[in-house]
């Protein structure tokens, strides 16, 4: 397999694995203080595991301006520092927050909002320009959207992006983002529990990178959890939004999910692969579109992440024995 991809009809090279940054922006709530984060981080350790997967051949990383209400931005720019040009950074904008109390509310899908949010990444970053700048908002009414496409392309003329995005799981609104010659990808949620054919099939029409968001399902597929193993009280997990399937009522991992893993296992640990490398395998096999970009809290995780690109993908049976075992 090929260790680097495409960005879309961008033209800009990507390693074939991308870094998300949500984790290590640690914690932050929104207003009724309900958990947005994974948990406590250590900000020198992000550091490090950044830079680890620099050396591993990592060249992208995936952040948002609300993940712990702008500490991610900020975490990912120091480590980058001035390795900043051997990297594709993609963030994100939509989302209103309060940096102060570390609490977001709300949305704003203004064009001026926009200008605003991005001037602010920049700083954050400690960057001159984003590479792939992502509206955050997965719902929003397409008529808004289409105001907003037009806005990035401009600024793709000013030379503060290179390319955009939506993140969104709806293809028809995916779809309005594509009529922008600078828009480059989607981003959604895929992985082997969650196949989305019909996103993958717009972005293999209209050249488009899927950029997969839970590629191991918020860490069921990466062997971890348990059934009745509630997450720690600061972790999204413990009170999981209607989004977030897997984690019932937050007291743990659900029984039904674990089970499809466990059906699973010996497939995706095959060629000596963890169970969240082969679930990265099977993304890569899925369409050569895809981009995961799995989260990460330790130089371990990094490493582990990282580890899946000189293993390959699966092979196309085994992913015909994958649909057989989950009766796709």
Known sequence: METTRTLGRSGIEVSALGFGCWAIGGEWQGPEGQPFGWGKVDDEES??????????????????????????????????GKRRADVVVA???????????????????????????LTASLRRLDTDHVDLYQFHIGDAE??????????????????????????????????????????????HALNVLQDAPEMLRLCEEAGLASINRSPLAMGLLAGKRRAHQPPESGDIRSRPPAWLQGFG?????????????????SLLTSE?????????????????????????????????????????????????EIDRLLGR
Not at 70 to 76: M, T, W
Not at 103 to 110: I, R
Request: aromatic share 8%; glycine share 10%; charged share 25%.
């Open 47 to 80: 550091v490090r595991a950044v830079r680890r997967a620099l050396d591993l051949g990592v060249t992208f990383f995936d952040t948002s301006d609300n993940y712990g209400t702008g500490h991610s931005e900020r975490v990912l720019g120091r480590a980058l």
């Open 272 to 320: 000596g692969r963890t169970l969240a490398q082969g679930a990265l395998a099977w993304l890569w096999a899925r369409s050569p579109a895809t981009v995961p970009i799995p989260g990460f809290r330790s130089v371990a995780q990094a490493e582990e992440n990282a580890g899946a690109m000189a293993k390959g993908a699966l092979t196309g049976g085994q992913l015909a």
């Open 91 to 117: 963030t994100k904008w939509g989302y209103l927050f309060d940096e102060r109390t570390r609490t977001a509310d709300g949305s704003d899908a203004s064009p001026a909002h926009l200008r605003r949010a």
């Open 142 to 187: 397409p008529e808004q959207a289409a105001l907003l496409r037009d806005t990035c392309e401009d600024l793709v003329r000013e030379g503060l992006i290179r390319a955009y995005a939506w993140s969104t799981d709806d293809p028809a609104r995916a779809a309005v983002f594509a009529e922008g010659p600078h828009c480059a990808a989607v981003q």
């Open 249 to 265: 009522d937050g007291s743990g991992a659900d029984p039904e999910w674990l089970a499809r893993v466990e059906a699973l296992r």
